[in-house]
C-alpha cells in the first residue's frame, strides 16, 4: 500500500496539505469555498490532513465576517461559515500547497503576485475540478438575488468535490 505523499516534518509529524481559496473580498464565494471543502475533508476523517482557509485579491471587506446571504444559504444545507475576510498575501503563495481562484480576474491578480513572490503553490481555478463546467468562473452572488447564492453553492460543492478527489489521487490519500 501507497503511503500518503505528505511532507514528513523533522519531528516526525506530516504537514497539511494547504488550500487556500481565493475571490475578490473574501466574504461570498471563497468563505464558501473554504467551508464546503472543509466539511468534505471532515466527512473522509481527514481533518487533521489538511489546513484550509480563504483570502480575497481586495482589501475592501478586510476583518468583515462572510456575506450574511452566503451563510444563510450554506446553513441552510449544514455548512457553517466562519472567519474574518483578509487579504491575499505574497507569503501565501509559498506556504499553501494550493490557491484555488473562483474567476480568472482573481486568477490573473495571484498570478500577478506569485510573479512578484516567487510562490511555488499550484494556481488553479475551482471549476477546473468541476466535470462538464460550462464556464470556469464561479460568478459572483454579490449583487444578485437570493437564487445567485444556491446557484453559487452549487457550483462551489461541485468545484469542491472534484478538487479534493484531485487532491486525494495526487497525494495517495484513501
Known amino acids: 500500500m ?3 505523499q505528505l511532507d514528513l516534518q523533522p519531528d516526525g509529524t506530516w504537514q497539511p496539505i494547504r488550500v487556500l481559496f481565493v475571490c475578490l473580498g473574501n466574504i461570498c464565494r471563497s468563505p464558501l469555498a473554504e467551508a464546503v471543502f472543509r ?15 480563504s483570502a480575497g485579491t481586495s482589501g475592501w471587506h478586510r476583518g468583515a465576517p462572510p456575506d450574511a446571504r452566503s451563510t444563510e444559504t450554506a446553513r441552510r444545507r449544514g455548512i457553517t461559515l466562519a472567519g474574518r475576510s483578509r487579504k491575499v498575501v ?5 506556504t499553501f500547497d494550493y490557491v484555488i481562484a473562483m474567476d480568472a480576474e482573481n486568477r490573473a491578480a495571484l ?3 506569485r510573479g512578484r513572490s516567487g510562490g511555488t503553490a499550484q494556481l488553479r481555478q475551482l471549476r477546473e475540478f468541476e466535470p462538464d463546467a460550462d ?14 447564492f444556491d446557484d453559487v453553492h ?21
Open 135 to 148: 464556464s470556469l468562473d464561479v460568478p459572483d452572488p454579490y449583487y444578485g438575488g437570493p437564487r445567485g
Open 39 to 53: 466539511h468534505l475533508v471532515d466527512q473522509r476523517g481527514w481533518t487533521d490532513r489538511f489546513d484550509i482557509d
Open 111 to 113: 498570478d500577478e503576485l
Open 154 to 174: 452549487d457550483i462551489v460543492e461541485r468545484g469542491c468535490a472534484g478538487l479534493l478527489a484531485h487532491i486525494a489521487a495526487e497525494r495517495g490519500l484513501r
Open 2 to 4: 501507497t503511503e500518503p
Open 90 to 94: 505574497a507569503s501565501d503563495l509559498r
